[in-house]
């Protein structure tokens, strides 16, 4: 084997390699912000893990997403907006997290954010029966 075909090999390695520990680096990131994130939430400090939970949201992880829907909708650590608590809980919902489900239903039973409609209330807790009998059976 010619010096150019190892060269090549090699590089071809390394650029895997390299991949590699940029992965892992962004997955250590990621949970170094969560659990950022949920040891300022249980000080207290509200204003510092909206800042984690945020980063991780905007990068698509459902559960930050359903967190900064908890955070805007009590107004912890920013200023109550029902408007953007339904947005995150709707981006986490799609991604099946149940509790922001449940969530959208409260506020539309509520007309909190969105208009009062108790039907789309009732359909949100029967998606989560639904889910939670399917689960309990498959077991």
Request: aromatic share 10%; hydrophobic share 40%; charged share 25%.
């Amino acid at each position: 084997m010619s010096n150019i075909k190892k060269f090549r090999k090699i590089r071809k390695k390394l650029k895997g390699l390299h991949s590699f520990v940029f992965l892992v680096f962004l997955t250590a990131n990621a949970c170094a912000g969560w659990q950022e994130g949920l040891d300022a939430l249980h000080s207290g400090d509200y204003e510092a893990a909206f800042e984690e939970f945020e980063v991780l949201a905007e990068q698509g992880d459902a559960a930050a997403q359903n967190n900064l829907g908890i955070l805007y909708s009590q107004g912890d650590g920013v200023p109550q907006n029902y408007k953007e608590a339904f947005r995150w809980f709707s981006l986490a919902a799609e991604q099946g997290i149940l509790a922001a489900q449940y969530r959208l239903g409260l506020m539309h039973s509520k007309g909190e954010g969105v208009p009062q409609d108790y039907k789309k209330r009732l359909g949100g807790t029967c998606l989560l029966l639904n889910r939670d009998m399917l689960e309990h059976n498959s077991m």
